[in-house]
């Protein structure tokens, strides 16, 4: 797979449109809590609003919260939010996605047991607009392949104006 020519593509065009989603949900951080082992201050994806079981899609958001300490220091004249919490960002939102494929359901139910997965590589990224504190950013994520090892994930983080902000595939290791 080329996974260059798949990151240019996918620089401008939305992988899909957040709101015409098969299943649409409202999962908030103690929802997430529940399928992914982040706690704050590193839970950085706020809400789950919607699932493509079948093309293995999902979309959440987070509120980027201009008090973040980072903001002191990257940049101090120009605050912006690091591609590094972007791509973290994105890996946990796939982590979501991955609690939905794994059991092939649409709803979060009961104490599910957390998967141990981890990220391994960014195969590539862009960053195409700045994320700037005080804005809620969107996030897509879908799965581009597979073995049961290894899994490649493409993300997006939309900014309020609906722009591409960054994205990234990135490869995560299922340890279980």
Do not use: W
């Not at 994806?45 to 699932?51: N, S, W």
């Not at 998967?115 to 700045?130: E, F, H, K, N």
């Amino acid at each position: 797979m080329d996974y260059d020519l798949i990151l240019r593509k996918k620089r401008k065009k939305l992988i899909a449109d957040p709101e015409n989603l098969p299943v649409r949900f409202s999962y908030g951080k103690e929802d997430i809590q529940k399928i992914i082992p982040h706690r704050d201050p590193f839970l950085l994806v706020d809400k789950l609003t919607g699932l493509d079981l079948e093309k293995k899609i999902i979309t959440g958001s987070s509120y980027i919260d201009s008090e973040l300490p980072l903001f002191k220091g990257h940049f101090p004249d120009f605050p912006v939010y690091p591609g590094a919490m972007q791509l973290e960002m994105s890996g946990q939102l796939g982590l979501c996605m991955n609690y939905f494929v794994t059991n092939n359901v649409s709803e979060i139910r009961g104490t599910p047991e957390i998967a141990p997965i981890r990220a391994t590589r960014v195969v590539g990224a862009y960053y195409l607009q700045p994320v700037l504190p005080g804005t809620t950013v969107g996030i897509i994520a879908q799965l581009l392949e597979s073995d049961g090892y290894f899994a490649k994930v493409i993300s997006q983080i939309i900014t309020g104006e609906g722009k591409v902000a960054s994205v990234s595939i990135s490869e995560v290791c299922f340890l279980g």
